[in-house]
């Protein structure tokens, strides 16, 4: 199982990647194993001002719908239009390719509550 270490983790399975004030986040590799083929991501968020730990979405896999929970508060500035027609790049790229939005943070203070890469792996037992 991938777990970079550079990333940062909710104990919710978002995966946040920090550049300056901007946080892109994605659902892990462990959350997109157990959710199995993911057929849809709706995002409809973009440009609202959502508080750490709101639903900024939703993801479809065959078996379930899960809600998609943003890391740090902050606004949706853009989402990974690729995933309307390729929303199975989340399965075989979620850290990459398979990203989901993009965050301008309102609260930087925020980025210390999120989980290390080892944090992360204690949560799911690896």
Known sequence: MN?????????????????????????????????????YVEVETVGEELDQEEVFGTVEAVKTVSDLFIPVSGEIIEFNETLESDPELVNSDPYG??????????????????????????????
């Open 97 to 126: 390719e398979g990203w989901m939005v993009k965050i301008k943070i309102s609260d930087t203070s925020q980025i210390d509550s999120l989980l290390s890469a080892d944090g992360y792996k204690e949560v799911i037992g690896a």
């Open 3 to 39: 777990i970079p270490s550079e990333l940062k983790y909710t104990k919710d399975h978002e995966w946040v990647k920090i550049d300056g004030d901007i946080a892109t986040v994605g659902i892990t590799d462990f959350a997109q194993g157990e959710l199995g083929d993911i057929v």
